[in-house]
């Protein structure tokens, strides 16, 4: 309650004072004055303390519109309850329903920002903390499995258990990327777990003899890798125990062969979604790069060194690419070279969401999982020559599989017909998705998730599917057209329809209409 005086009385304003009679009381007080040199005036100075005089002016200056009337009315609380002025809380209205939807369908559109603050601050951070770590005294080096270029793997074991089949490991001594695996390799961890092979621990070892070196180890889960199993006569079925865990009650033909062919295919499109839904291309996937885990009865992806973390732009130049030519793309790069070089992390991370769309770097991941899957059909193209043949041939068909099929079809091997035959099962639903894949733009190619929701993968594929899924399939099928070229078109004859006076349209509205375009193309495809 603030209280003041005036004119010899005294007003107690209460905190609340609309809708209060005012209560007077006289008065006494003691008013000091002060003598100034050569004035014949006094000054009367009214001590308060700071704020009270402006709250209550404020008050006084409401309640003598309010306040007032309802002393003299007796109205009690109800004016008091009807003349306050709304409350100060949150309104929820329309656009700005809208403008949060939006916010956060931003925030968590691939490659992620929200996930990606979260995983750099907070999960990378725990993670650290609890962690196991290793060193090179720790490690008992085994056999060899393998070595390329960057360096070799072995198979390994824990010095504190070596004779423990639990502890055996894979340990890869690296000279080059070994930091960008480690960092990839964490990411998958952490984000994807089940898409890449089981991941502990990563350091740098200095030796004397070598040099520095990067140690990365992981858990053992197998040795044979998807090229191993296909160069087997017996391929796919020597797959199928393996991931089905039981021999199919179905005798040996195209039937067989395209259910195990179909288990295969679905694997490798949920580890690659998995990568890409977190922001990683891999860039070099490829039947090598894949192995089975013995445990989950799984193909996983491995060997991460070449892959680019495009939610934070590690390991991402804009002109430089790193690929196996036998399995590329033809675009090389996953971005366009015009792209700028990443910048600091948080900034690269709130702009992933915009590049990703411009530029839909997953796409070219898909196109080698399309190779792989063409090699799965066809025997004929497993072997390193043929499919480097095969590569020629596409690129004289301007990598139309339409046209390649056309030219090769009449004159095909028995081994090349055989893979047709599959692939045209249930009504041809096997090549839509080969073809889907294989494609020279990368914007024409389906994404790895839009691929696990093909009819290629229900059961008993076209005769199976319902009306509903029919109408889906043919949505699909409409929406994998390209309309980029009619775009261009139509914003071409928008430059043209200008008139002297006017000028036509700069530069920058032709621009934000391309622009325009394209995010209308995005959102019909559904990505």
Known sequence: MASVAIGGVVLHSHSSFLGNKLKLKPLSLSIPFKKQPNSRSRNLIIYAHGGEIFSFAHDLFVGVGVGLPCTVMECGDIIYRSTLPKSNGITVTVPGVILALGTLSYLWA????????????VLAFVERLFRPTYKKDDIVLGKKLGEGSFGAVYRVSLAKKPSSKGGDFVLKKATEYGAVEIWMNERVRRACANSCADFVYGFLENSSKKGAEYWLLWRFEGEATLADLMQSREFPYNVEALILGEVQDLPKGLDRENRIIQTIMRQLLFALDGLHSTGIVHRDIKPQNIIFSEGSRTFKIIDLGAAADLRVG????PKEFLLDPRYAAPEQYI???????????PVAAALSPVLWQLNLPDRFDIYSVGLIFLQMAFPGLRSDS???QFNRQLKRCDYDLVSWRQTVEPRASPELRKGFELLDLDGGIGWELLASMVRFKARQRISAKTALAHPYFDREGLLALSFIQNLKLQFFRATQQ????????????MAKSGTEQDGGFTEAQLQELRVCFLMAYITSRGH
């Open 335 to 345: 971005m366009s070279t015009q792209t700028p070089s990443a910048p600091s992390a």
């Open 314 to 317: 590690i390991n991402y130049i």
């Open 386 to 388: 043929s499919l480097i």
């Open 110 to 121: 691939t490659p992620g920002v929200a996930p990606g603050f979260f995983d750099m601050f």
């Open 482 to 493: 390209d309309y980029s070229e009619a775009a261009n078109w139509i914003v071409q004859l």
